[in-house]
């Protein structure tokens, strides 16, 4: 018996709620109040997912340009010739499916056709660098000379030197010149021009054989600056290779490089995420106020419905109910819609950026189930609560008063 009434109750709340959501021609704004709460459910969830999807697609973006021209883990020295041949085949043996470049580094300074630019030269064997680095690979050239360069897009512009042609750079190294010293300054040849899609790394770095740095700067063989490990699992891994390093060197994290940076971007997109979701709570301010309309047109309804038996849980799941299907329709338009934008966005060249600043020309976009899931979780909570209310003031609703007054 309990259970046909149970059921009985389901059913006329369900079509109490129906009744209400219809357009009443006598009191069309509550309607259109209600109309607006949805759309701006709707819109808030559409602007969340596409502002965090931008946002994120943006920062990965960024990292992927700094994984590359930084590399995943770097082993740097603390005292001179801690690096070396021994220490990479230690590393090698425990573990053999991690991918190394060892490096020299200098200071330099880039001279052609009066053009002067103050450059990072690294010293690489160019087979293991290019397994590391695929923007290296892909702009390296066939020359043979130990005394060759590859050179960013940017810095191939200030110096009007292309591929083929040669520069001048000089060394803080002096060497004799009669009775005096000069820099030390050797022509290289331009093997290659790289473009990683980030104009500083592309104005400020190139690239040597070894050779030229055992050559010109009489580095010792087999001993280095420092060295580029690429690995799949960078941040699993860090632990493992630092607890068989020797004392007198470090190992670093390219995340580890460039805290300050990600830790300013993600406080950005947690603030914007905060300031978006301030349209979602306007939209359910509107939700209380549709809501409370309904109760304050519909009191003699409700006393009606009290009398008849109607008890005062159910009053309240009614207009709970209600609140939450407008909210929870506009959840589900908003995400159609932010899916839908997404789609638009990523298939048509709709919205170009300057390459030249954003590392890309496309506008990426990568929506997370992390940042999806609290999109729904911040608008769910806050229609959930938006509902509380106006139920709790329909539930109050003391039929004697309503029906005396009538």
């Known amino acids: 018996m309990s259970n046909i009434t149970t059921s009985s109750n389901k059913t006329f709340i369900r079509r109490i709620i129906k009744h209400y ?12 109040s209600a109309v607006l709460a949805f759309l701006g459910i709707a819109t808030g969830v559409m602007v969340l997912m596409l502002s965090m999807g931008i946002y994120t697609g943006m920062q990965k973006e960024m990292k992927e340009k ?38 020299y580094t200098a200071q330099v300074i880039t001279k052609n056709e009066g053009a002067v630019q103050g450059s990072l030269l690294y010293g690489v064997d160019f087979k293991q660098e290019s397994q590391l680095n695929k923007i290296f690979k892909k702009a390296q050239g066939t020359l043979e000379s130990k005394f060759k360069v590859i050179i960013g897009e940017g810095l191939s512009f200030e110096m009007n030197a292309q591929k083929g042609q ?3 750079l000089y060394f803080s190294e002096q ?55 690429y690995t ?19 190992i670093e994290g390219w995340w580890q490089q460039n805290a300050n940076m990600f830790a300013a971007m993600e406080m950005e997109k947690q603030a914007l995420f905060l300031v978006l979701l301030l349209i979602v709570l306007v ?30 849980k159910e009053i309240k799941s009614i207009f709970f109910k209600l609140g939450i299907v407008i909210g929870t329709a ?55 609560i938006s509902a509380l209310y106006p139920a709790k003031k329909a539930a109050e609703t003391d039929p004697l008063t309503v029906l005396r007054n009538e």
């Open 283 to 312: 939209a359910a301010l509107n939700i209380i106020s549709s809501l409370l309309m309904t109760v304050m047109s519909r009191r003699t309804e409700i006393a009606l419905m009290r009398t008849l038996g109607t008890t005062k």
């Open 166 to 168: 040669k520069v001048t």
């Open 66 to 103: 700094l994984f590359v021209m930084n590399y995943p883990l770097t082993i740097l020295p603390t005292e001179e010739n801690a690096i070396n041949n021994t220490l990479v085949d230690t590393i090698k043996k425990a573990f053999p499916h991690l991918q190394f470049s060892p490096y």
């Open 175 to 229: 060497q004799a010149m009669g009775f005096t010293t000069m820099p030390l300054q050797k022509r290289f040849i331009i093997d290659g021009v790289f473009k990683s899609g980030l104009k500083a790394y592309d104005k400020a770095i190139m690239y040597t054989p070894l050779e030229a740095f055992e050559k010109l700067l009489k580095r010792k063989h087999g001993f280095y600056d420092g060295l580029h490990i």
């Open 330 to 384: 506009g959840i589900v338009v908003g995400t159609l819609l932010g899916f839908l934008g997404i789609w638009i966005l990523t298939t048509f060249d709709i919205i170009s950026i300057p390459e030249d600043v954003y590392g890309t020309s496309k506008l990426p976009i990568d929506l997370t189930m992390h940042d999806f899931t609290f999109i729904i979780i911040g608008t769910g909570i806050i229609t959930f």
């Open 21 to 32: 959501l219809k357009y009443d021609k006598e009191n069309p704004f509550i309607f259109i």
């Open 232 to 250: 799949e699992n960078p941040f699993d891994e860090i632990a493992d290779i630092k607890a068989i390093l020797p004392s007198n060197v470090v």
